[in-house]
């Protein structure tokens, strides 16, 4: 009989995630990275996903400025070394991860939902009912 492994997270996956989460969003409200152009606001870290074996972090950070997603990860990816050794200093794990930069876009598509919950339509079907 062969035995499926599951594709659920561990709690240690969750305790790693979460530690590696604020230790980037500390470094990230500092704004110090050394870029040529600074974020006129800090960036939010939304989640981190870390892959099945710790080595990799995925990283969705989100912004309050009006500018392009492409150009905040440019300057993550940038300054990704920098992260990376700031992170060190801050958690004490046996490796640090590699870290990878994703935009989140959860913000955007709650935005269109709630477009979309305003528009005409959807108030006057719900006057009907």
């Known amino acids: 009989m062969i035995i499926k492994k599951k594709n659920e997270k561990s709690s240690r996956s969750f305790r790693v995630s979460e530690i590696i989460r604020k230790a980037i969003s500390a ?3 500092k704004n110090e990275l050394p870029i040529d152009i600074p974020f006129s606001f800090p960036l939010s870290v939304i989640k981190v996903e870390m892959n099945s074996d710790l080595r990799i ?3 969705y950070v989100s912004t309050h400025e009006k500018i392009n997603d ?3 990860l440019e300057k993550l990816n940038i300054s990704k070394q920098y992260l ?3 992170v060190s200093k801050l958690i004490s794990l046996k490796f ?3 870290l990878i930069f994703r935009y989140d876009e959860s913000i955007e598509d709650m935005n269109k939902i709630e477009k979309i ?3 005409k339509k959807v108030i ?3 006057r009907k009912n």
């Open 27 to 29: 470094v990230l409200i």
């Open 57 to 59: 972090a995925y990283i």
């Open 70 to 72: 492409q150009l905040v």
């Open 84 to 86: 990376s050794r700031e």
């Open 96 to 98: 640090l991860p590699k």
């Open 117 to 119: 919950l305003k528009s």
């Open 124 to 126: 006057n079907d719900l």
